[in-house]
């Protein structure tokens, strides 16, 4: 893959394709990646049998629900659905703006992480568009609560993630995972860790519609037990930690713009951090829109200088 300058927004260099199975809906899906122009941003592009395309925007405003993944979109047929593990590969390698061509309802499950997703982009290749990136950096606190869950962002010249997870089994327990997000650390310690769930839990959704696709090659399954059915055992000793990390990074990535600050979170989820993000982008005075002063090879985040948000909002919001 070749270097990308920081500061610059980037695409991939040529198009690459992958198929793969649905989890939740049990089809065979294709999707193809495509370089796009500047400003595009990311969009889903949902090709269906009659020969309609439907464009979404994966950004905040989209977010139609958040049951057991992230779907963007309202209606069932001008949706798409689990962007989250591919849009967290987006995110941390730095792909601002991409055309997505996907014939299925939904993003393919792959091995259940972000690794393939990673290993097509790096096929790809990065290319730099000759346009200054944007980043939305956080101001102040800004926190949410759900039950006994809750998230915030705060100030940190970085971007950093601290995700705790609390499970009533003996299996996971509490786990933690603090760290800054950069694109070699998502590679080593983040971008394998796989989608996990409860046996006892399989009928249920089954019978709801859910989990069509799930199988022990792309999810890690804990039986009535308490131990990983898989035969080859957990990745990482604390890979559902790490998983529920991946899952956040993507989530995040739908602010339409990286983000410089820290995002914690207790017990969260999907929907947890789809309402922290929007209650971040609804709060004007809790973040500012910063770019690079000049083109460089490196940038740093105290370097960063502010411009009219105004004039670039890719949340939508």
Same mark, same amino acid.
């Given at each position: 893959?070749?270097?990308?300058?920081?500061?610059?927004?980037?695409?991939?260099?040529?198009?690459?394709?992958?198929?793969?199975?649905?989890?939740?809906?049990?089809?065979?899906?294709?999707?193809?990646?495509?370089?796009?122009?500047?400003?595009?941003?990311?969009?889903?592009?949902?090709?269906?049998?009659?020969?309609?395309?439907?464009?979404?925007?994966?950004?905040?405003?989209?977010?139609?629900?958040?049951?057991?993944?992230? $779907?963007?979109?309202?209606?069932?047929?001008?949706?798409?659905?689990? #962007? /989250?593990? =591919?849009? !967290?590969?987006?995110? @941390? &390698? *730095?792909?601002?703006?991409?055309?997505?061509?996907?014939?299925?309802?939904?993003?393919?499950?792959?091995?259940?992480?972000?690794?393939?997703?990673?290993?097509?982009?790096?096929?790809?290749?990065?290319?730099?568009?000759?346009?200054?990136?944007?980043?939305?950096?956080?101001?102040?606190?800004?926190?949410?609560?759900?039950?006994?869950?809750?998230?915030?962002?705060?100030?940190?010249?970085?971007?950093?993630?601290?995700?705790?997870?609390?499970?009533?089994?003996?299996?996971?327990?509490?786990?933690?995972?603090?760290?800054?997000?950069?694109?070699?650390?998502?590679?080593?310690? $983040?971008?394998?860790?796989?989608?996990?769930?409860?046996?006892?839990? #399989? /009928?249920? =959704?089954? !019978?709801?519609?859910? @989990? &069509? *696709?799930?199988?022990?090659?792309?999810?890690?399954?804990?039986?009535?037990?308490?131990?990983?059915?898989?035969?080859?055992?957990?990745?990482?000793?604390?890979?559902?930690?790490?998983?529920?990390?991946?899952?956040?990074?993507?989530?995040?990535?739908?602010?339409?713009?990286?983000?410089?600050?820290?995002?914690?979170?207790?017990?969260?989820?999907?929907?947890?951090?789809?309402?922290?993000?929007?209650?971040?982008?609804?709060?004007?005075?809790?973040?500012?829109?910063?770019?690079?002063?000049?083109?460089?090879?490196?940038?740093?985040?105290?370097?960063?200088?502010?411009?009219?948000?105004?004039?670039?909002?890719?949340?939508?919001?």
């Amino acid at each position: 893959m070749s270097g990308n300058i920081v500061g610059l927004q980037t695409t991939i260099s040529r198009s690459v394709s992958l198929s793969g199975i649905g989890v939740h809906s049990g089809e065979n899906v294709s999707i193809s990646f495509h370089p796009a122009d500047p400003d595009t941003g990311i969009v889903f592009n949902r090709h269906h049998s009659s020969g309609e395309v439907i464009s979404v925007r994966a950004v905040s405003s989209q977010v139609g629900s958040t049951d057991l993944c992230t $779907l963007l979109g309202r209606a069932p047929d001008r949706s798409v659905a689990t #962007v /989250e593990h =591919l849009m !967290a590969a987006l995110y @941390a &390698l *730095g792909v601002d703006n991409i055309s997505i061509d996907l014939y299925g309802s939904e993003v393919p499950i792959m091995d259940g992480s972000a690794a393939v997703f990673i290993e097509a982009l790096d096929s790809a290749g990065l290319i730099n568009h000759p346009v200054k990136r944007r980043y939305v950096r956080v101001i102040k606190p800004v926190r949410i609560e759900m039950g006994g869950s809750w998230a915030e962002f705060t100030q940190h010249n970085g971007t950093r993630f601290e995700i705790d997870i609390d499970f009533d089994t003996q299996l996971i327990g509490r786990q933690s995972w603090k760290g800054e997000v950069t694109a070699d650390t998502f590679r080593r310690e $983040l971008a394998r860790a796989r989608t996990f769930g409860f046996m006892r839990d #399989v /009928e249920r =959704l089954w !019978a709801s519609g859910h @989990a &069509l *696709g799930s199988s022990l090659e792309n999810s890690v399954v804990i039986g009535d037990d308490g131990k990983v059915i898989n035969i080859e055992g957990l990745r990482y000793r604390d890979e559902f930690v790490r998983h529920k990390t991946l899952d956040a990074v993507g989530d995040l990535a739908l602010a339409g713009a990286q983000f410089i600050g820290c995002y914690r979170s207790y017990r969260g989820g999907h929907k947890l951090n789809a309402l922290a993000l929007r209650a971040l982008l609804a709060d004007h005075s809790a973040y500012e829109v910063v770019e690079a002063p000049a083109r460089r090879n490196t940038v740093r985040h105290g370097e960063l200088v502010a411009v009219n948000a105004a004039t670039f909002a890719p949340w939508d919001i």
